[in-house]
């Protein structure tokens, strides 16, 4: 399980439960420069953070699925370009498959060598959807700053095999119709998607962190995905 930016591993304690119970190992990952406030971040590159979930990938004895939260869904996404053979589903929580060639998000300010959690009012009101004043004290409180490179490192994909990889595509921000609305107008951010062989949408009606604001609800339609993945169970 890959979490996005600003998290590390223990973001997932709320949602890993259902697939604990239901017998799977869960390998939550905290990813280099993510160990804490004050880790060393300088450097760290989005290849580095690919390269990081590639060797525990490598370190499994079956095909893996790989799960990944915004940013750490590009991750997954790289990952499973190098693996395609070892990955037996993707799992894009609020993220998708995404171009060659795009970059995670380079509207993000930078301070010194890391990015921290920016204010509130830098997100859209749909990012937000029930994320209270307690789960943002508790997200900001834990959150970690980003190396700097991460968000706007490009994206580079390297084998058509990717796109065997079955995909899931939980929809929180936005629903699964206005994604198949995209791929039928042609958008040129959908292309990777309308090119996936075997894609899957579940709607999950919340926020951008879903994690923290229906953990339990996320736990179970990861499940369900994993469960619908013969190598994996």
Known sequence: MIPGLWLD?????????PLEQAGHR???LTLPGKESKDADRTGIT????V??????????????VLVGHSGGGAIAQLAGDARPE???????VD???????????????IVGEEIPLPEWSFFEDEDLVDLD????????????????????DRIALTTER??????TIICCEFPSKMILEWIDQGAPFVREIAAMKHVEYVDLPTGHWPQFTKPTELGQAILNAVSRTPAAR
């Open 9 to 17: 591993g223990s973001s997932w304690s709320a949602v890993t439960p």
């Open 133 to 152: 004043d307690a789960l943002r004290d508790e997200f900001r409180a834990r959150s970690i700053p980003e190396p700097k490179a991460i968000p706007f």
């Open 51 to 64: 390269d990081f979930v590639v060797a525990a990938i490598d370190e499994a004895e079956e095909p893996v």
């Open 46 to 49: 989005l290849r580095d953070h």
């Open 95 to 109: 993220a998708a498959p995404m171009p060659d060639g795009a970059v995670i998000n380079d509207d993000l300010p």
């Open 162 to 167: 990717r796109r065997d990889v079955p995909t």
């Open 86 to 92: 070892k990955v037996a589903r993707v799992v894009y």
């Open 26 to 28: 869960v390998r939550a």
